[in-house]
């Protein structure tokens, strides 16, 4: 079994559709720290907003445990101009993204903790008749993750965690001019992590698996339809470093293996027989991050973040359902305690390289296929503004 294709390319948050981000379809900051910080955590133990990243920061908070949640807010569109027209993709932006963890620690030894956010989104609606053929309007999924976790101490300097990643898609929509598709499904993979603190400097790695969600629904409310659809495997690794006693810097890397979104197969339920089918190929992706974090007082800290994400999606099957863009990252964020509980604020904006599709495979080439062919041609542009808003406590 496959991927999606005119059934959507699209995932998102917990209860409501949300924007993608340039990189496929992943929205990588689950927490507001993760905003401010261009989500370069997994090697951070002193944040409790890097818990849904690398959940072995579970280990090194302080107290019995800590609780926290936040509201990522995107505002995210895109648009195409093809023979000197410009058209908007509305995806009824911006859309507010809640997430929520915990952390509880049994002993010096073990600590269990939850986490509940929305790592993947897209939703784009494009007005009827901006392409021809394969006509794509409304494209939008909603997804949730629960991610039970336990953490443990090795000696006193190294943690490791395994647990739970439930993916639940809760509602796929997508419409065309002709068209329209629904249906929902949930799978569960893992998520392992580990992390190393020394005096002045830490290491981190988060792996969490690929999963494949099988997803079941309707075709125009009557046609039995299934899709198997493939969200990727990730892998963050990094090194944070503390300057002085006041700063400190972190660099990750991350692997996204976009590869596994290779093909699309909707197929009948009842019968098997392929509904409609198309070739992605994506790519897998590498994307760097850096965090800085100052110590303005005890109460006030400032965080800044830089990325360069890349773009999985090929030319010569690109496909207006996810215009994938290069981009780079730039983040600013607050943080300010309160006895027990801190509250946080963070802005981080997406600059995107604008992508000049020309390909010359005329429509029919790959059957009722449209992508990398010329009904989608045509330059397109993107931007996104997320705006952050958390708050914790330590307990």
Do not use: C
């Not at 800590?66 to 995806?91: A, H, Q, Y």
């Not at 598709?181 to 290491?203: A, F, I, P």
Request: proline letters at 6%; aromatic letters at 10%.
């Amino acid at each position: 079994m496959r991927r999606t294709q005119t059934l959507l390319p699209v995932l998102i948050s917990l209860l409501t559709a949300s924007p993608a981000h340039a990189g496929g379809f992943r929205l990588p900051d689950v927490s507001a720290v993760g905003v401010a910080v261009a989500n370069a955590l997994v090697a951070n133990p002193v944040e409790d907003g890097a818990i849904p990243v690398n959940p072995a920061a579970m280990s090194f908070q302080p107290g019995n445990g800590v609780i926290g949640g936040g509201l990522m807010i995107i505002d995210f569109g895109t648009e195409v101009t093809r023979t000197g027209t410009t058209v908007k993709s509305d995806s009824n932006t911006p859309i507010p993204i809640p997430s929520f963890y915990l952390s509880r620690k049994l002993d010096d030894t073990w600590s269990v903790g939850l986490n509940i956010n929305a790592p993947f989104g897209l939703a784009t609606r494009w007005p009827a008749n901006t392409f021809a053929a394969a006509d794509p309007t409304l494209s939008r999924i909603k997804l949730v993750n629960i991610n039970p976790n336990v953490a443990a101490m090795i000696g006193d300097k190294t943690s490791v965690s395994v647990g739970l990643a439930h993916y639940r898609i809760t509602d796929i929509v997508q419409d065309s001019s002709t068209n329209f598709m629904r249906g929902s499904g949930d799978e569960t993979g893992y998520h392992l992590g580990v992390m190393h603190v020394e005096d002045g400097w830490s290491l981190g790695a988060s792996y969490r698996s690929q999963i494949t969600v099988p997803v079941e629904g309707t075709l125009n409310t009557v046609l039995p339809i299934a899709v198997d659809f493939a969200l990727p495997e990730l892998l963050q690794v990094g090194a944070r470093v503390e300057l002085t006693d006041k700063l400190a810097v972190e660099y990750d890397i991350e692997r996204v293996g976009w590869g596994a979104y290779d093909e699309s197969r909707i197929y009948n339920r009842v019968t098997g027989a392929t509904v409609s089918n198309s070739v992605n190929r994506w790519r897998d992706t590498t994307t760097h991050r850096v965090g800085v974090t100052y110590q303005l007082n005890d109460r006030t800290d400032l965080m800044f973040g830089y990325l360069d994400d890349q773009n999985p999606q090929p030319m010569d099957r690109f496909s207006p359902r996810l215009p994938a863009l290069d981009y780079q990252g730039y983040s600013i964020g607050v943080g300010h305690r309160i006895g027990q509980f801190r509250l946080v604020a963070s802005y981080q904006y997406l600059d995107f390289q604008d992508r000049n599709v020309n390909n010359p495979t005329p429509f029919g080439t790959y059957g009722t296929d449209g992508n990398g062919t010329t009904i989608y041609n045509g330059d397109y542009a993107s931007f996104s503004h997320q705006v952050g808003l958390g708050i914790s406590a330590t307990f």
